[in-house]
């Protein structure tokens, strides 16, 4: 039986004044949460504009007491600079205020002190104060003996100003008072000899190493400081004559035997990195069938932990190439241990990235076979075969 209609009229009033309840009852809390939306974004606002504006002030206020440094600082009152710049750091770190606090600290010979501010100032901003921090390192270094980290510091900060002359000195100070103090040879300074004809100048030109020579500081202009010019007439050709080319009248007997004697010598135990090299390259130099003997023997002599210390300076690019060679080839196979435990340590050594990027290319081939034959050779050796392909990746090879 179907329901009357005024029935269903009822009930569709009461569902709709139901609704209209629920929505009474849901506005007052539908408001208070916008309220407490409203009130939490202005306050997440006002903590925003506060933060900017304590960083803000606080920039300030590090500025204002570094140029109160800088003030105290001119006028020579080096102390009070540097408790103003403490006060610059302690309310913000800048390069700046680090940087000048050890110029600071240099003026008062408290080296180790601007050595470390240096370096801070160089973490936080190596390209606005590169040159300043590392030539003032290497000052601080210079003088607490670091002379090799002193040339070091001199030369990044070439890198970044390569024209600089005043650079230039300080770190040939410091080389010369590492040389001094390694008992190195001192660097061979390079003289341009110019050849002039009697009526005109040919413009060429040829460098050689004299280790007598002088600086001459007034061809620092074009960035050579350590060579000079030295014009020359070329010697007159000789007049033809009936006798023999001084070429041909060498007695091939007198090279071989001179060269045989050069060979009989015993290998001498090298003091330093200069003595190495001189040494070794005489045998690189050398055609005697035992010339690759008394290399390996010369590597010998060098102790491994003094590699290191005695490679203080670094190796050219291709006696390193040499040695790693024969070092392989003919010290290796006697004295597995002592070998790779020598050629270890070369990575170590100062420039040695640099002489495994400019190796020689004719250098190449048989540094590539020495390390495939070592590999082959150590093939059921494990430990033995980890060595030899991480000294292999270290060379580059």
Known sequence: MARPVAFDAVLRARAASDAVEDVRRWLPEAHARDEAMIRENAAVGAMGA????????????????????????????????????????????????????????????????????????????????????????????????????????????LRLEPTSKILKEERAKSQRAFELEEKIRPTQTRTRIRVDDDEQVNGDAMDVDRGDTRRDVSSADDGRRNEREIKVKPREPPTPSGRASSTSSIDAGLVDRATAIAASKPIVAPRNGAEFERSYRREM???????????AELLALVP???????????????????????????????????????????????????????????ACPALTAAFAAAAAATADDLDATRRILALRRAFDA
């Open 304 to 362: 491994a932990a003094a590699v290191t210390k005695m490679f203080a300076g670094g190796l050219e690019p291709d006696v390193l190439a040499d040695v790693t060679t024969v070092a392989l080839a003919h010290w290796l196979p006697t004295a597995f241990d002592t070998a790779v435990d020598w050629l270890e340590r070369l990575p170590s050594t100062s420039r040695f990235a640099v002489s495994v990027a400019l190796r020689p290319p004719h």
């Open 50 to 157: 506060s933060g900017v504006n304590r960083r803000s002030a606080a920039t300030t206020e590090a500025d204002r007491e570094r140029e109160r440094g800088n003030e105290a600082y001119k006028r020579g009152e080096y102390a009070r600079a540097i408790e103003r710049y403490d006060a610059s750091v302690a309310v913000g770190e800048t390069a700046a205020a680090y940087a000048n606090r050890a110029m600071c600290w240099l003026k008062l010979e408290e080296w180790a002190s601007a050595e470390v501010d240096c370096s801070r100032a160089l973490e936080l901003d190596v390209a606005a104060f590169g040159v300043k921090a590392y030539q003032r390192r290497g000052t601080a270094r210079r003088e607490m003996g670091k002379y090799m980290d002193s040339v070091m510091d001199f030369e990044e900060a």
């Open 285 to 295: 130099k050398s055609t005697s069938s035992t010339s690759l003997a008394r290399r």
